[in-house]
């Protein structure tokens, strides 16, 4: 019998719900049975681990023991060897170490006698600038302070010129201003000769 008519028969006898229930009871049962069956395969593969763990440790303590001496004269021999190489890796470094030294400190001499010599140049140079700018500020001082005294003079001269006309305008009110009294002192007179008249 082919699953198709299988399945259509199940669902003439049980009906659509009764087959999907059906198929839920099977899934969990063979979802139980495989659970079972990897416990089971679990458990045999970690008992046969443990058995080849077993046998595997033995054979490397066998080994272990029949090495033990020969392994413990290779790192004898590899010590002393390393212990040679690292001597004479050490006494390498330290003569390149000594020669680095020598050759940087050298250097740094020269460097510095080289530094030196810029610094004298640029303090010389600097000096000179310096000296060539204050002559230069000297001299425009100089100019300014002549201008300055120039423009002096003229202002001087000017408040002179004003001071004179100030002078010659005051001469010229003063002279009005005498006029004017005696004008109004003779008008006046002349009104109170004209009042007398009249009251005689």
């Known amino acids: 019998m082919s699953k ?4 259509n028969t199940l669902k003439e006898k049980l009906g659509e719900d009764g087959v999907d229930a059906l198929f839920e009871v099977l899934e969990e049962e063979r979802e139980r049975i495989r659970d079972y069956l990897f416990r089971i395969l679990e458990e045999r593969f970690v008992r046969r681990l443990a058995e080849e763990i077993g046998k595997l440790r033995s054979e490397m303590y066998k080994l272990f023991a029949q090495h033990s001496t020969e392994v413990d004269e290779k ?3 590899l ?3 390393m212990t040679e190489k690292i001597e004479g890796l050490r006494t390498e470094m330290t003569e390149k170490i000594e020669g680095l030294r020598t050759e940087m400190m050298e250097k740094i001499e020269g460097l510095r006698s080289e530094m030196h010599d810029e610094i004298g140049k640029l303090r ?3 000096t000179e600038k310096i000296e060539k700018l ?3 500020m000297h ?3 100089g100019k300014l302070r002549a201008e300055m005294y120039r423009e002096l003079a003229k202002v001087w001269n000017e408040i002179g010129k004003l001071r004179a006309e100030v002078q010659k305008v005051r001469s010229d009110i003063i002279r009005w201003m005498f006029v004017l009294a005696i004008s109004q002192t003779v008008a006046i007179i002349s009104v109170i000769v004209a009042i007398m008249r009249l009251l005689k």
């Open 139 to 141: 001299d425009e001082i």
């Open 75 to 77: 790192i004898e021999n």
């Open 134 to 136: 204050r002559s230069e």
């Open 79 to 81: 010590r002393s060897e």
């Open 124 to 126: 010389a140079e600097m």
């Open 4 to 7: 198709l008519t299988a399945l």
